[in-house]
T-cell receptor, first 109, second 114 residues
Framework: EDQVTQSPEALRLQEGESSSLNCSYT??????LFWYRQDPGKGPEFLFT???AGEEKEKERLKATLTKKESFLHITAPKPEDSATYLC??????????FGTGTSLTVIP | NAGVTQTPKFQVLKTGQSMTLQCAQD?????MYWYRQDPGMGLRLIYY???????DKGEVPNGYNVSRLNKREFSLRLESAAPSQTSVYFC?????????????FGPGTRLTVT
């Protein structure tokens, strides 16, 4: 069964305290892995696409990496405005998408 | 560009009532999707349309119907609403060229069924 699991469910960081979010997946024929940011009351906002193991993408304080079984979203020196829920999703064959339940990140000034 | 727009933003229905959620995109994307988001469940795919004139079931299609009206518009219909359909509904669109499809989401419709 195709599945996406994110950990931790919630994370509180001091401003400047770096950390990583995890997304593990089981899917046959992975077409792509995606990271999104979701602010309260809003739709998910696209951040990154990763396709092959070893691939890395960066955007400001965020860096996403991919292995054969999991992906990490590394947050370097976070700021309060990075507070949000971060969602991971995988694309399976047949245009099917599966999302994790997200990690709620709070960055304290 | 407005991106993906959804109407209405909020809706309250009584059990058994019907309604249609509207979605439109101006990014010239071929593919469009409907998701529901429930606490602790994450986003779940209801239906998708890979291109104009085609629709396919996702993970949780029961109780819903969809119409791909044209390339821009994709509607979701609840024929007889049930309390279990209380949720936040998101529409998304993506290109369908290449191997993987980045999705862009609308702001959502918060639906309550009493």
């Amino acid at each position: 069964e195709d599945q996406v699991t994110q950990s931790p469910e919630a994370l509180r960081l001091q401003e400047g305290e770096s950390s990583s979010l995890n997304c593990s997946y089981t899917v046959s024929g992975l077409r792509g892995l995606f990271w999104y940011r979701q602010d309260p009351g809003k739709g998910p906002e696209f951040l990154f696409t990763l396709y092959s193991a070893g691939e890395e993408k960066e955007k400001e304080r965020l860096k996403a990496t991919l292995t054969k079984k999991e992906s990490f979203l590394h947050i370097t020196a976070p700021k309060p405005e990075d507070s949000a829920t971060y969602l991971c999703a995988v694309q399976a064959p047949g245009n099917q998408f599966y999302f994790g339940t997200g990690t709620s990140l709070t960055v304290i000034p | 560009n407005a991106g993906v727009t959804q109407t209405p933003k909020f809706q309250v229905l009584k059990t058994g009532q019907s309604m249609t959620l509207q979605c439109a995109q101006d990014m010239n994307h071929n593919s469009m999707y409907w998701y529901r988001q429930d606490p602790g469940m994450g986003l779940r795919l209801i239906y998708y349309s890979a291109s104009e004139g085609t629709t396919d079931k996702g993970e949780v299609p029961n109780g819903y119907n969809v119409s791909r009206l044209n390339k821009r518009e994709f509607s979701l219909r609840l024929e007889s609403a049930a309390p279990s359909q209380t949720s936040v509904y998101f529409c998304a669109s993506s290109t369908s060229s290449g191997s993987y499809y980045e999705q862009y989401f609308g702001p959502g419709t918060r639906l309550t069924v009493t």
